[in-house]
């Protein structure tokens, strides 16, 4: 079972995966989009980090909830309300359960994906964070050891981005133009989700 230490100790790492990773999705965000991919997550991932210190939830759906009200908060652009619907989502599907199981937590999260697709009208192909996480949740199971699996996928999705076209974003305004660039909000969905598979590693 997972509890909130669990769920405190994923966005942690979360957060430090995108400190260590800022300047790599700036650089990729300046080839298709607005070259401020990466400072705007970590200044919002900052800030969740800031707000759990100060204000301990005591449910892992509130540890979520807190996260995505600050993420939308503190994050501008597009980035800020998908990752905040994300685990806003997330966390409210949780409710006040004091521990979640592995199964439990993969069905929320694909609840808060199926949310994150239908606030960005995108689906899997049109080169955004979907490409990431709708193949990691689907590789999520019911054992903490499938987060293993749902790392490998993310990170298979977000390379997979690379050849193709953008259909939805700032991307999207380059054409043709936006193939051969890897996607950089699907590449940190796919830190968000090996920060999770670091967790559950961890708590082995």
């Known amino acids: 079972m997972l509890d909130t230490a669990f769920f405190r100790r994923w966005l942690a790492l979360a957060a430090a995966a995108v400190d260590r990773e800022a300047d790599r999705l700036t650089e990729l965000d300046s080839a298709i989009g607005d070259a401020d991919h990466g400072s705007n997550l970590r200044r919002g991932f900052a800030s969740v980090s800031a707000a759990l210190d100060a204000e301990p939830p005591a449910t892992p759906g509130a540890v979520l909830v807190l996260a ?8 501008g652009g597009a980035s800020g309300p998908l990752y905040g619907t994300l685990l806003r989502r997330t966390g409210k599907e949780l409710g006040d359960a004091t521990e979640v199981a592995p ?3 993969a069905e929320a999260l694909r609840a808060g ?5 239908q606030l960005g009208g995108a689906a899997a192909g049109d080169k955004t964070m979907l490409d990431a996480l709708e193949p990691a949740v689907a590789a999520l199971g019911d054992t903490t050891e499938s987060f ?3 790392r490998d996928a993310a990170e298979a999705g977000a390379q997979a981005t690379v050849p193709l076209q953008a259909r939805k974003g700032r991307a999207s ?7 051969g660039h890897r996607d950089p909000g699907a590449t940190s969905s796919a830190l968000l989700i090996a920060a999770l598979a670091q967790a559950a590693e961890e708590e082995a």
């Open 68 to 75: 995505g009200r600050q993420l939308i908060s503190s994050v």
């Open 173 to 179: 305004y380059l054409g043709e133009r936006s193939i």
């Open 148 to 150: 293993a699996a749902a």
């Open 103 to 105: 199964g439990r937590l």
């Open 113 to 117: 994906v199926a949310a994150v697709a």
